[in-house]
């Protein structure tokens, strides 16, 4: 780890004018950024510590929706009844990441800028244009089981790590930030960046901005929602294939739909396609399985991770069949 300057903001204002200042980083439970400061893949000159701002809230808003401050714990937030009872797919989804002593540290902002496990990002003797533009990306030509088939570029076939952010972008949530230049809000759906040529660009956010919240708009069928995660190991392993759905189901039919893919995509996926595919057809297991691959359709698998594409496919499936005997 190179040497760096550590500063204790107490409040926002305070938090966002020294991070405004120079190569700067938020840490809060820090169990992303440590590790990369480790393995000098992240090199900040400073450090700026958030822990004590007041952010850690659950509220429910007036229209019925849920608003999360940033520095919420993960385990909080998967918990908190009103998580469970109007988006189970989301605690379901937290649950299902880290162990639970990650998640007792890990923060709902630190959750949403976790970056990629891909081994050839994480290790400096490696090309990875994520790391340093241009330099190519050693992952395609090399052992590339667990990297992305959706969303990919000829520059970056990382996949995206988080789990509750495949909840939130089926879910549709806000992000509310606050920088240099004031608040703003942006949906999830905008905020991360496919690689394209600029891998390195992952988001929206500019520098010295602060994520303070993430607003959760109200679901009125969220209760029958589901979030399946297929891994190598039981717990502590990141996806190789994640679904969050959720239905609205009357009388055997489907009137709506948020479908969201993790462990296969380089962003958080919504799956619209298949969600629109499902409006107005009968909820059974073939018409689960027909909106999968049409969720799969745009794949692009390299040498290790085709199998991913139908395992993908089932995961959605099962996570339909779940949702769809929920509520």
Request: charged letters at 20%; one cysteine or more; aromatic letters at 6%.
């Amino acid at each position: 780890m190179r040497p760096f300057h550590y500063v204790a903001a107490t409040t926002e204002r305070a938090a966002i004018d020294h991070a405004a200042a120079g190569d700067a980083r938020f840490v809060a439970g820090g169990t992303t950024l440590i590790d990369l400061m480790k393995l000098h893949v992240e090199r900040p000159r400073v450090v700026v510590g958030i822990d004590a701002l007041p952010l850690a809230s659950i509220e429910p808003l007036p229209d019925g929706g849920v608003r999360v401050g940033a520095m919420t714990r993960n385990s909080d937030m998967a918990h908190h009844p009103l998580i469970r009872s109007r988006y189970p797919m989301l605690s379901q989804a937290i649950l299902a990441g880290a162990s639970a002593q990650v998640r007792n540290m890990a923060t709902t902002g630190g959750n949403l800028l976790q970056r990629t496990r891909c081994y050839y990002f994480r290790d400096t003797a490696m090309r990875c244009s994520k790391r340093e533009p241009g330099a190519g990306c050693s992952a395609i030509e090399g052992y590339n089981r667990i990297h992305a088939v959706l969303g990919v570029s000829e520059h970056c076939i990382a996949t995206h790590p988080s789990d509750m952010c495949v909840a939130l972008a089926a879910l549709d949530a806000d992000l509310r930030l606050r920088g240099p230049r004031g608040e703003r809000v942006v949906a999830l759906a905008e905020f991360y960046t496919l690689p394209g040529d600029h891998p390195q660009q992952e988001h929206v956010l500019r520098p010295g901005e602060l994520i303070t919240a993430v607003d959760i708009p109200p679901l009125r069928f969220g209760a029958r929602s589901a979030y399946v995660k297929v891994r190598d190991r039981a717990s502590f392993a990141f996806a190789l294939a994640s679904a969050a759905a959720a239905l609205d189901i009357q009388d055997g039919a489907i009137h709506d739909a948020r479908i969201a893919l993790g462990g296969v995509a380089t962003i958080p996926w919504r799956a619209q396609d298949a969600e629109a595919y499902l409006v107005g057809r009968h909820a059974s297991r073939e018409t689960y399985r027909a909106a999968a691959d049409l969720a799969m359709a745009g794949a692009l698998p390299h040498r290790d991770n085709a199998f991913k594409i139908d395992l993908a496919r089932r995961t959605l499936v099962r996570a339909l069949m779940r949702a769809g005997a929920a509520g």
